[in-house]
């Protein structure tokens, strides 16, 4: 009975350790930075800042943050083709 307990208290711990980005709305800009490290800057300006972070699905994720610091919105971009086959005549 113990056992399939502590299997599963462990796959919890596994599985959770996988997620690799974690956040909420509201969150502040230093706090998401500590959470997240792979995160490239795609635009500053006066009304806040676009982060652009890997994703799983192979699309970027962007989040934003408005001019106070604070998460307002997350998105999934579009995944760019693996293989671009040209037709040439």
């Known amino acids: ?29 230093t706090e998401w930075k500590k959470k997240n490290m792979s995160y490239r800057v795609v635009e500053m300006n006066e009304n806040g800042t676009v982060y652009r972070i890997p994703n799983t699905t192979g699309a970027p994720s962007f989040v934003y943050f408005d001019k106070n610091g604070k998460l307002v ?3 999934e ?13």
């Open 1 to 29: 009975m113990l056992r399939p307990i502590c299997f599963f208290i462990l796959l919890l711990a596994i599985s959770c350790a996988a997620v690799k980005h974690r956040y909420y709305m509201g969150m502040s800009e």
């Open 73 to 75: 919105r997350v998105t």
């Open 77 to 89: 971009g579009q995944r760019g083709p693996d293989v671009i086959i040209e037709n040439r005549h």
